[in-house]
């Protein structure tokens, strides 16, 4: 997003985090969900209500009156608040949708003190799908029987996966939006994480970390980057001995593999 859709993201974000989204958070996160589906399905509706033009007024009480009687209260408050706002693409509304109705299914997470077990399950499941082409296809094809993707979501995830991670891969399953199903499910770990202002590193390492290991790494990333940082182990054949760490678009690489690739280098030039 840019300019004006930023800003506006950012003073909507706000506004939920302010609210007390407590029990109905799933509630909210479903209804901001459909609300993202309608906006994506309707061009026009899209348009007029992210139009400069309009009286913020109107564009509010458009919303009100396509919605009302369909959503919560709360659901229409944020629905309502994002049409008042300013907004650089008729796109990025329904974008702003989906990334509120993300924090407010992480909100409930928080509330029930599952927010660690729903990032490392978004990313655990992202790697799954990365790795499997076949469950991908399953996953993803838009030709794929409804009924039985939800059948194979339920085999491998129902009653192993914490109910907001089970709700944000479902959306991602049946709701790409463009994007393939381990980039969804990477971005919305990534809203997971800025929940609580913090960054994500993707360590890979070739033996298993202990949790002391992964506390002293932690903290050491921490005060190198001045935030708390959440770390996503991966266990990888190819790194003979140290790690390498990726946090954002940053590669710290001490692998043996990658010491061995540098001093070849320099012995052959």
Do not use: C
Not at 175 to 192: F, I, M, N
Not at 199 to 224: D, F, I, K, T, W
């Amino acid at each position: 997003m840019r300019g004006a859709s930023r800003a506006s993201l950012a003073e909507a974000r706000e506004r939920l985090s302010a609210a007390d989204v407590g029990e109905h958070a799933s509630q909210l996160g479903d209804e901001l969900f459909g609300v993202t589906g309608v906006l994506d399905r309707e061009p026009g509706l899209r348009r007029m209500l992210s139009d400069p033009s309009l009286p913020a007024d109107a564009k509010a009480a458009l919303a009100e009156t396509v919605l009302r009687g369909k959503v919560s209260a709360a659901t229409l408050e944020v629905v309502t608040g994002l049409a008042r706002s300013h907004w650089s693409a008729p796109g990025d509304l329904a974008d702003a949708a989906e990334q509120l109705a993300v924090l407010a299914v992480v909100e409930g997470a928080d509330a029930e003190g599952t927010l660690d077990e729903l990032e490392d399950e978004l990313f655990r499941f992202g790697r799954i799908v990365d790795a499997e082409p076949d469950l991908r296809v399953a996953l993803s094809s838009p030709f794929a029987d409804p009924e039985r993707k939800q059948q194979l979501l339920d085999a491998l995830l129902a009653g192993k996966v914490t109910p907001p991670a089970l709700r944000l891969i479902t959306e991602a399953a049946f709701h790409p939006r463009g994007r393939s199903l381990d980039k969804s499910l990477g971005e919305y770990a990534g809203l997971a994480a800025q929940r609580r202002e913090r960054l994500v590193a993707e360590v890979h390492v070739a033996g298993e970390l202990s949790a002391e290991q992964r506390s002293r790494l932690a903290a050491a990333l921490a005060a190198a980057y001045g935030h708390d940082v959440h770390l996503n182990v991966v266990l990888d054949p190819e790194v003979v001995g140290g790690m390498s760490v990726q946090i954002a678009d940053e590669l710290i690489d001490g692998s043996l593999v990658t010491r061995l690739a540098a001093l070849r280098r320099r012995l052959a030039a």
